[in-house]
């Protein structure tokens, strides 16, 4: 069945990085693009970052020359680099699975993904 399980979130000061990861189990995962959504408390999901199967990448604009997704599919992971955390930041972030190999953009979380993580909690505070 298919697993995905994110690690890497925790408290950092604002102006501090960190690197999420997840791990993906149960599919192919090489062929399919994967994306990085975020909850902060009290609000909706916000998609933030997806990245194909060939290796493009998106992200929402607040989040644009701060955050990096990439992949290793020798390692089945996706990674989020998050550089010059802001308070606003703070959320629990949750790794997802396309339906396919790209993501529709603009996208539709409730139509985009079958499968979720359970997710890691950031939180930028000083």
């Known amino acids: 069945q298919v697993q995905l399980v994110e690690s890497g979130g925790g408290l950092v000061q604002p102006g501090g990085s960190l690197r999420l990861s997840c791990a993906a189990s149960?599919?192919?995962?090489?062929?399919?693009?994967m994306s990085w959504v975020r909850q902060a408390p009290g609000k909706g999901l916000e998609w933030i970052s997806d990245?194909?199967?060939?290796?493009?990448?998106y992200y929402v604009e607040s989040v644009k020359g701060r955050f990096t997704i990439s992949r290793d599919n020798a390692k089945n992971t996706v990674y989020l680099k998050m550089n010059s955390l802001k308070p606003e930041d703070t959320a629990v972030y949750l790794c997802a699975k396309s339906k396919g190999e790209h993501t529709i953009m603009p996208v539709r979380i409730s139509d985009e993904y079958d499968h979720w993580g359970q997710g890691t909690q950031v939180t930028v505070s000083s």
């Open positions: 990245i194909d199967s060939g290796g493009s990448t």
């Open positions: 149960g599919f192919t995962f090489s062929t399919y693009a």
